[in-house]
């Protein structure tokens, strides 16, 4: 059994938990090994306190979980069975009257909910989520080697991106460019829907491209993040595009120092509160407050949004190994959209940034 499972059955034995049955692709893969996104059939992972764990997942998978090198036990069903039923029967031969069952509250629906509880009629059912949280937010030297090679292609995207811009071409235009030149490299997946907005449309956190032509004096956004081995980057660098005004490098200079500040409050024993107030007073001083509405940043790894959030509610003390997005931005309605963004990893003498395109004002004629 691989240690990240012993981790999760030593706190299920502290928290008094018999059973975790857990439905999310991420969780199944990072105890497993195995991805799948199943679409509306049912993928689960089950854990006992005492007993072998088994892997749910559609009949056309098994072969690819065994490929991941997962020796226990696989309930392989066909689209004519009832997974529920070859579940239950798995589970009687673990355990019986469990009194207290952990599942994926936020992700669990109310007919899987209803089925498991069916199983379990006098148990308890608590938050599986909490922990992983916990489990998944340090990252080991594998996970960090691969976060780093997929920052690497992000920044190759930036930079490649930043080349195609020319005067007329449109925000699609350069973003289907820059996910072709990342297939040629063999990146077959995006952390989320690529960003590419240009002058107005900028100003939206989250614009959606369109048919939108870049003009001289635009200042151009990217945020982008490609997904290697199932670790997702994540990257926002906002470039200029032949010369731009006062107010727009003034809302960009602000944006760069606060973005600065934050990396360098970024530490061991720092709270996530501290880092994300680092950024927020520098950009509320220089009166532009109102026009950042969003959160610091957020945890990354197996999914582009992980914990913790970097907000300034948030207690939670910054320990080695946490990898997370430093992005604060400035959005101005019809004047200007700024936002910087780079993935860092907490290290033991502060933060070690994961993302190298420069963030100095990149000025494209």
Same mark, same amino acid.
């Given at each position: 059994m691989n240690k990240r499972?012993?981790? +999760?059955?030593?706190?299920?034995?502290? !928290?008094?938990?018999? &059973?975790?049955? +857990?439905?999310?692709?991420?969780n199944v893969f990072y105890l497993s090994g195995f991805y799948s996104d199943p679409h509306e059939r049912l993928l689960g992972?089950?854990?006992?306190?005492?007993?072998?764990?088994?892997?749910?997942?559609?009949?056309?998978?098994?072969?690819?979980?065994?490929?991941?090198?997962? !020796?226990?036990?696989?309930?392989?069903? !066909?689209?004519?069975?009832?997974?529920?039923e070859l579940i239950n029967k798995s589970i009687a031969g673990r355990v019986s009257g469990a009194s207290k069952v952990a599942i994926e509250k936020e992700h669990m629906n109310v007919e899987r909910y209803e089925k498991i509880s !069916?199983?379990?009629?006098?148990?308890?059912? &608590?938050?599986?989520?909490?922990?992983?949280?916990?489990l998944r937010m340090i990252k080991d030297e594998k996970e960090l080697k691969i976060i780093k090679e997929a920052c690497a292609l992000a920044d190759y995207a930036v930079e490649f991106g930043a080349s195609e811009i020319k005067e007329g071409k449109t925000e699609l235009e350069i973003l289907s460019a820059v996910e072709f030149a990342l297939k040629k490299k063999g990146v077959t997946e995006m952390s989320f829907a690529t960003m590419v907005l240009t002058g107005a449309n900028a100003a939206s956190p989250h614009g959606t491209p369109g048919l939108t032509k870049i003009q001289k004096g635009d200042l151009v956004l990217f945020d982008l993040g490609v997904v290697i081995d199932r670790y997702c980057s994540d990257i926002t660098r906002t470039v200029a595009y032949g010369d731009v005004n006062e107010k727009q490098k003034e809302i960009y200079d602000t944006v760069l120092k606060a973005q600065l500040a934050a990396v360098e409050a970024s530490k061991p024993g720092a709270t996530c509160a501290e880092v994300d107030l680092t950024a927020r007073r520098i950009i509320s001083e220089a009166g532009y407050g109102e026009y950042f509405p969003h959160r610091l940043g957020h945890g990354l790894g197996i999914s582009v949004h992980e914990y913790p959030s970097m907000m300034e509610t948030n207690?939670?003390? +910054?320990?080695?190994?946490?990898?997370?997005?430093?992005?604060?931005?400035?959005?101005?309605?019809?004047?200007?959209?700024?936002?910087?963004?780079?993935?860092?990893?907490?290290?033991?003498?502060?933060?070690?940034? +994961?993302?190298?395109?420069p963030k100095e004002l990149q000025v494209y004629r």
């Amino acid at each position: 059994m691989n240690k990240r499972l012993e981790n +999760l059955i030593a706190w299920m034995k502290e !928290s008094d938990v018999q &059973v975790t049955f +857990l439905t999310s692709s991420e969780n199944v893969f990072y105890l497993s090994g195995f991805y799948s996104d199943p679409h509306e059939r049912l993928l689960g992972l089950a854990v006992f306190q005492e007993g072998e764990p088994f892997l749910v997942c559609p009949g056309m998978e098994k072969h690819s979980v065994r490929r991941t090198g997962w !020796s226990q036990e696989i309930i392989a069903y !066909s689209d004519i069975e009832d997974p529920w039923e070859l579940i239950n029967k798995s589970i009687a031969g673990r355990v019986s009257g469990a009194s207290k069952v952990a599942i994926e509250k936020e992700h669990m629906n109310v007919e899987r909910y209803e089925k498991i509880s !069916s199983l379990f009629p006098k148990a308890e059912f &608590v938050s599986a989520e909490e922990k992983l949280r916990v489990l998944r937010m340090i990252k080991d030297e594998k996970e960090l080697k691969i976060i780093k090679e997929a920052c690497a292609l992000a920044d190759y995207a930036v930079e490649f991106g930043a080349s195609e811009i020319k005067e007329g071409k449109t925000e699609l235009e350069i973003l289907s460019a820059v996910e072709f030149a990342l297939k040629k490299k063999g990146v077959t997946e995006m952390s989320f829907a690529t960003m590419v907005l240009t002058g107005a449309n900028a100003a939206s956190p989250h614009g959606t491209p369109g048919l939108t032509k870049i003009q001289k004096g635009d200042l151009v956004l990217f945020d982008l993040g490609v997904v290697i081995d199932r670790y997702c980057s994540d990257i926002t660098r906002t470039v200029a595009y032949g010369d731009v005004n006062e107010k727009q490098k003034e809302i960009y200079d602000t944006v760069l120092k606060a973005q600065l500040a934050a990396v360098e409050a970024s530490k061991p024993g720092a709270t996530c509160a501290e880092v994300d107030l680092t950024a927020r007073r520098i950009i509320s001083e220089a009166g532009y407050g109102e026009y950042f509405p969003h959160r610091l940043g957020h945890g990354l790894g197996i999914s582009v949004h992980e914990y913790p959030s970097m907000m300034e509610t948030n207690t939670l003390v +910054l320990r080695e190994g946490m990898v997370y997005t430093i992005e604060p931005g400035i959005y101005v309605p019809d004047v200007a959209g700024v936002r910087i963004e780079d993935d860092i990893v907490i290290t033991a003498n502060g933060a070690e940034i +994961l993302t190298k395109f420069p963030k100095e004002l990149q000025v494209y004629r």
